[in-house]
């Protein structure tokens, strides 16, 4: 039975499934040689990257925006900015753990198509640098590489970072930082920051994965594809931090209550005479 023609999209013309499905073409079976059964799963686990990529990006810039939003007294958007970095947790997650799909692709197998890859590198990707500025990454290098132009690198770059508009949501409301953790009672702003740290680890722990990825493909100290310093790089980047303004807090509390502890712990002084 035919639909009739005004009754609207279907599952794959909403989606545009027949163009979306012819956009994964390995090169491995050019020239009328077989097509390498394991670059499709290479290629579509990269392209399902950038589609996350593309949301977690939606994700960023809405969150910016509820901050700013906040600060300017806006009461209600507090909780929208709370919502959304918990969304963006999760997406993160996602993006993490999608990756481990290749964890099924042993070296042999893939030394066996990667020359069909020629100059290409995951370094290259555009929009994860987009992601990393809109994070936060301030790093000198990084910057004086993307921060000319008009890309969507420089233009994160261009912004505040995430920790800059939180803190200003701070001051907004008169509160420092510590005293998110030392008052009556968690509050708003308390899981927001709880929130934002949590961003960060989900990241590193997507970096450290695609660290033990590389290294279970193509060795601890092997160059990537493209001419990238493969998995010595990434390691390097797990330590960049996002938020270290919330994490020396941290640090700050440990350090007053070791030395409360130490100062109830001390022998009285000698009485003189």
Excluded: C
Excluded at 2 to 9: E, F, I, K, L, T
Excluded at 138 to 161: E, I, M, Q, S, Y
Excluded at 221 to 228: A, D
């Amino acid at each position: 039975m035919s639909r009739p023609a005004d009754a609207g999209p279907t599952y794959g013309s909403y989606l545009r499934l027949d163009e979306l499905l012819a956009l994964q073409s390995p090169l491995s079976g050019g020239g009328g040689a077989a097509e390498h059964p394991d670059e499709l799963l290479f290629i579509v686990v990269h392209q399902a990257s950038e589609l996350w990529f593309k949301v977690v990006r939606a994700e960023l810039d809405a969150l910016h925006d509820a901050l700013a939003a906040a600060a300017g007294e806006d009461g209600a958007a507090e909780e929208w900015a709370l919502w959304r970095v918990q969304r963006l947790n999760t997406l993160t997650r996602i993006v993490s753990e999608q990756l481990t799909a290749l964890d099924a692709l042993p070296p042999q197998r893939f030394l066996q198509f990667r020359s069909f890859l020629g100059s290409s590198s995951g370094s290259q990707s555009e929009q994860f640098r987009a992601i990393e500025a809109a994070s936060g990454l301030r790093d000198a290098d990084f910057v004086a590489r993307h921060g000319a132009g008009d890309g969507l690198v420089a233009r994160a770059l261009a912004r505040p970072t995430l920790e800059r508009r939180f803190l200003d949501l701070l001051s907004a409301r008169g509160i420092a930082p510590e005293a998110l953790y030392t008052g009556p009672a968690p509050s708003t702003l308390f899981f927001l920051a709880e929130g934002l740290l949590e961003y960060e680890q989900q990241f590193a722990r997507w970096r450290f994965a695609h660290v033990q990825l590389v290294e279970r493909i193509i060795g601890p100290m092997t160059g990537g594809t493209g001419g990238s310093l493969g998995a010595g790089y990434l390691a390097r980047t797990v330590a960049h931090r996002f938020f270290p303004v919330l994490w020396e807090v941290r640090a700050r509390l440990y350090g007053a209550a070791r030395a409360a502890a130490a100062g109830r712990t001390a022998p009285p002084a000698a009485a003189d005479g």
